[in-house]
């Protein structure tokens, strides 16, 4: 089964500053037939069930802030938040369906405003 | 709009089983998958499984194998997620999410969540 892992675990910034979290997945998860990433980004917040954010590794789901973005190929991913907002703070979780019978989540990164 | 709305919380033995339900509205319930992800108590998220109801088809995470049964009832456009055997360690919120079968571009709908307390 491809393993997720995220870090760091938890990230503290100021508001409106970038804050960066990195995905790496245990096997490439591009799919070399359409050259897309099976890889998502999710946001959660406290109560409330996930957000798909990211998805194809890059493309933000409709009516997600343009300060969000996905990038990276292969094994290795990041979310970027250009300019952190209060309403921002959540956890957020990477999932890989390139094993979609076999889908996986990163363990979370949790992010305050420092 | 696609809604999917769960049944209501539960408190269960250890030893027993628990039915969810996850009812699909909007949309057309034959061409997603239902998958079922659980989230313990201050944990992460933790795929279970999924149904593919065009299909009929449900695939299991491995550590549920044995334990856990997805169906789906087109007529009724709902999804229902048995697990079985319960322990103290199953006391979790359960998630239903749908995504497009084929599409591959993540879950996008949600259910609100059910929780599942396991207690003697």
């Known amino acids: 089964d491809i393993v997720m892992t995220q870090s760091p675990d938890s990230l503290a910034v100021s508001l409106g500053e970038r804050a960066t979290i990195n995905c790496k997945s245990s096997?490439?998860?591009?799919?070399?037939?359409?050259?897309?990433?099976?890889l998502a980004w999710y946001q959660q917040k406290p109560g409330q069930p996930p957000k798909l954010l990211i998805y194809?590794?890059?493309t933000r789901e409709s009516g997600v802030p343009d300060r969000f973005s996905g990038s990276g190929s292969g094994t290795d991913f990041t979310l970027t938040i250009s300019s952190l907002q209060a309403e921002d703070v959540a956890v957020y979780y990477c999932?890989?369906?390139?094993?979609?019978?076999?889908?996986?989540f990163g363990q979370g990164t949790k992010l305050e405003i420092k | 709009q696609v809604q999917l709305v769960q049944s209501g919380a539960e408190v269960k033995k250890p030893g027993s089983s628990v039915k969810v339900s996850c009812k699909a509205s909007?949309?057309?319930?034959?061409?997603?998958?239902i998958s079922w992800v659980r989230q313990a108590p201050g944990q992460g998220l933790e795929w279970m499984g999924r149904?593919?109801?065009?299909?009929?088809?449900?695939n299991y995470a491995q550590k549920f194998q044995g334990r856990v049964t997805i169906t789906a009832d087109k007529s009724t456009s709902t999804a229902y997620m048995e697990l079985s055997s319960l322990r103290s360690e199953d006391t979790a919120v359960y998630y239903c999410?749908?995504?497009?079968?084929?599409?591959?571009?993540?879950?996008?709908?949600w259910g609100q969540g059910t929780l599942v307390t396991v207690s003697s």
């Open positions: 999410a749908r995504d497009i079968y084929g599409d591959y571009s993540g879950f996008d709908y």
């Open positions: 909007g949309g057309t319930f034959s061409s997603y998958t």
């Open positions: 149904i593919i109801p065009i299909l009929g088809i449900a």
């Open positions: 096997q490439s998860v591009l799919y070399s037939s359409n050259n897309k990433n099976y």
């Open positions: 194809w590794a890059s």
């Open positions: 999932q890989q369906y390139y094993s979609t019978a076999r889908t996986a």
